[in-house]
């Protein structure tokens, strides 16, 4: 019998391991106070019926095909299409979707409208998912049906994040090792108000260099290539790419080192080293993110400062001194907004859980 169901999923920032999850390395995201929220009843027939405040309305059948559905709806009916090759099937449900994630900032709201849309849909049937198998079906969504070949990060987080801090996920094992961030730092967002679209972006370029390389090493992944190896990749743009990922997924390792002795200036200096990385060698940063970032490291009690996401737009992050928060949040967005003309929207963020299913919640 049918429930009525509210899921949650949460957005995510990444604090250092950009770029490396689609090469099977370590990444260190965090769970964000910011959440997609959907509440669904279910209903007699195969219909599906979305309303939202932040997206708008759609209606579809569960027996389309999903790359027939329009815009944001495609995400729901994806994830629906997949959980019933799963064997999680359910009949048409109406669903109330809220969402206070910024759209386009970088901070996953799509991957959080895919796994609240996977544990609605699984709750729907009386299931609490499995979070990685959720993940999972998320990455397929993007992959198969959105047209973008991203990694399993962002949806592994929002399924499978711990309150306490920061996650180190292998996206080779997909293990995730809760890690814990010092009170004494707080971690900061920093929209640049800069868009891009992900699926018009060079994003796609960058994973077929890193393949390239991996395939000019004899290797599956980057994920075992080491310094040493990168003279053999004649591609000096291909040799860059790697030479990103292969010193990016030593920065994660060394950052979650760094945070169990509570040592922030070395995380920090993790940071640091990950920008200028994906802005030289990488080349996903842009003027917005680079004075953002700029402008962070510069104030007092600033451990480190980076872009991160996909780059190109979007957002940074940058962690602080918990008792400099206030000083540091009014003078970056008076330093941005003198040397680029428009003002950020700042938020200072503390961990949050990842995703979760009620039961018997229904539409108000």
Known sequence: MANDVVAQAPGRVNLIGDHTDYNDGFVLPMALPFKTVISASPRADNEVHLISPGYGTAVFSLID???????????????????????????????????????????????????AA???????????????????????????????????????ISAGAGAGGPTLIDCRSLALTPTELPHAAQVII????????????????????????????????????????????????????????????????????????????????????????LRDLYEVSAPSLDAMVMIADAQPGC?????????????????????????FLRNVELGYLSETGIAPDLWAVDPSPGASVTFGGGLS
């Open 65 to 115: 095909d999903p790359s027939t559905v329009d815009s944001w709806a495609r995400y729901v009916a994806a994830m629906a299409h997949l959980l019933a090759h799963e064997g999680i099937e359910t009949n048409g449900f109406d669903a109330s979707i809220a969402t206070d994630i910024p759209i386009g900032a970088g901070l996953s709201s799509s991957a959080a409208l895919e796994v």
């Open 303 to 327: 451990f480190g400062a980076r872009m991160t996401g996909g780059g190109f737009a979007g957002c940074a992050v940058a962690l602080v001194k918990r008792d400099a928060v206030t000083d």
């Open 190 to 277: 920093m929209d640049t108000m800069t868009r891009r679209e992900l699926t018009t972006s060079a994003y796609d370029d960058r994973r077929h260099s890193c393949e390239r390389a991996a395939a000019a090493l004899g290797l599956s992944r980057l994920r075992d290539a080491t310094l040493a190896d990168l003279d053999r990749i004649s591609d000096l743009e291909d040799r860059h790419r790697a030479h990103h990922v292969v010193a990016e997924n030593q920065r994660v390792l060394d950052g979650v080192t760094a945070l169990g002795a509570n040592d922030l200036e070395a995380f920090g200096s993790t940071m640091r080293a990950s920008h200028s990385s």
């Open 118 to 156: 996977g544990y609605a849909i699984a709750g729907l049937t009386g299931i609490e998912p499995d979070p990685v198998s959720i993940a999972r079906l998320g990455q397929r969504v993007e992959n198969e049906f959105i047209g973008i070949q991203s990694g399993i990060m962002d949806q592994l």
